[in-house]
């Protein structure tokens, strides 16, 4: 394990005379499952047959990281929640990510897990036992060490045979084309959400009932960040909502019989705070703008799902590669950003004007 900034630049220089500017693979592991806010505890680093893990609890300057991997290719699986670790730790994403889950999905491949794409390749199963562990605990157990250092241990040689295979078929240009949108979507990506507490099933609220879910919400928020916790430890979204339609029915909710008299008391004082205020501070639905769809709209969509569908049978890929319901029925209602939701190879498939 890297525990030092010394440590680390030692280890980038000797790994730069010795391998020069090849690829490398890069892993994540966070401690979501077990703290209120989320930290970046541990990176698993791969170039040619060298494996390390860093501490990035431990190691003050992690920039020369960030350094070493600007200009080289850097594999990665499921590439969306590590490149928004880095996106958070260093304010910015290696410049070339290939992630082996998007070009085994253009490959056809149904289990793209990296558990799965393992056996594929390699005829090796990967143990499972660490996916929920506190990576925050020090030190790390023998198998969550193994389970770290499989996570890279063969991405770059699985990426050079996918490579391989996607340059044979024709899709090495979609694969790069992919890549660049997630990292780009990544990049972009806003980290705060407008009212964070419209969860999913809040819509079927009314505005009293809205007023309610938010006021427990961040009641929640605050017994999850006192007790450093996820939030999910207090109560699951779905519990919120259910509490709220009881409240609505003029039920008393029954709360968990671990809460202690602490946390019970500040839900009933959010509640009552929530049913102190007038309907005019109550929060209102949000209303989904409606947009007229031509006359033809249902015969466009069965054309353009029909076109893709062939396409993908053609291709031996999952349809939602080259285009989601969604995309298809922006372009069948003429949205103006329907074509914007599609890469230029999706459109190319489809037989759209680029």
């Known amino acids: 394990m890297i525990e030092t900034s010394e440590q680390l630049k030692q280890f980038l220089d000797s790994a730069a005379?010795?391998?020069?500017?090849?690829?490398?693979?890069?892993?994540?592991?966070?401690?979501?499952?077990?703290?209120?806010?989320?930290?970046?505890?541990?990176?698993?680093?791969?170039?040619?047959?060298?494996?390390?893990l860093i501490?990035?609890?431990?190691?003050?300057?992690?920039?020369?990281?960030?350094?070493?991997?600007?200009?080289r290719?850097?594999?990665m699986h499921g590439a969306d929640y590590d490149m928004t670790m880095f996106k958070r730790e260093f304010k910015d994403i290696p410049d070339v990510v290939y992630d082996t889950q998007i070009g085994a999905r253009l490959l056809g491949i149904r289990q793209f897990g990296l558990g799965n794409l393992v056996e594929h390749y390699f005829d090796i199963k990967l143990a499972k036992t660490s996916q929920?562990?506190?990576w925050g605990k020090r030190p790390l157990s023998e198998k969550m060490v193994t389970y770290a250092l499989d996570d890279v241990r063969y991405l770059i040689e699985m990426g050079e045979t996918i490579i391989v295979k996607l340059r044979e078929l024709?899709?090495?240009?979609?694969?790069?084309?992919?890549?660049?949108?997630?990292?780009?979507?990544?990049?972009?990506?806003?980290?705060?959400?407008?009212?964070?507490?419209?969860?999913?099933?809040?819509g079927k609220l009314s505005p009293k009932g809205l007023a309610l879910l938010r006021a427990l919400w961040y009641w929640r928020d605050g017994e999850a960040k006192a007790w450093d916790r996820p939030t999910f430890m207090v109560c699951g979204n779905k519990q919120l909502i259910s509490w709220c339609l009881e409240l609505?029915?003029?039920?008393?909710?029954?709360?968990?019989?671990?809460?202690?008299?602490?946390?019970r008391q500040r839900f009933a004082e959010a509640l009552a705070e929530a049913r102190s205020l007038s309907e005019q501070e109550w929060p209102q639905r949000i209303k989904g703008q409606r947009t007229r769809r031509p006359t033809d709209f249902d015969n466009k969509l069965d054309a353009l799902m029909s076109r893709r569908n062939q396409a993908a049978q053609k291709l031996d890929i999952d349809p939602s590669l080259i285009a989601s319901r969604a995309a298809l029925e922006a372009l069948a209602g003429a949205q103006q950003d329907g074509a914007e939701m599609l890469l230029n190879w999706q459109k190319k498939l489809l037989k759209l004007e680029l």
């Open 73 to 75: 290719i850097v594999w």
């Open 132 to 134: 929920k562990a506190d």
């Open 248 to 263: 609505l029915e003029g039920k008393t909710p029954k709360l968990p019989g671990h809460y202690r008299q602490g946390r």
């Open 170 to 202: 024709g899709r090495f240009e979609w694969f790069l084309e992919s890549c660049e949108d997630a990292r780009t979507k990544v990049l972009t990506r806003s980290g705060e959400r407008e009212d964070p507490w419209r969860i999913s099933g809040s």
């Open 17 to 52: 005379a010795k391998h020069g500017g090849a690829p490398c693979a890069v892993d994540t592991e966070a401690d979501s499952l077990h703290r209120y806010t989320e930290s970046l505890c541990l990176i698993q680093f791969a170039i040619g047959k060298d494996i390390e």
């Open 55 to 71: 501490d990035p609890l431990a190691v003050e300057d992690l920039s020369p990281l960030m350094s070493f991997l600007q200009g």
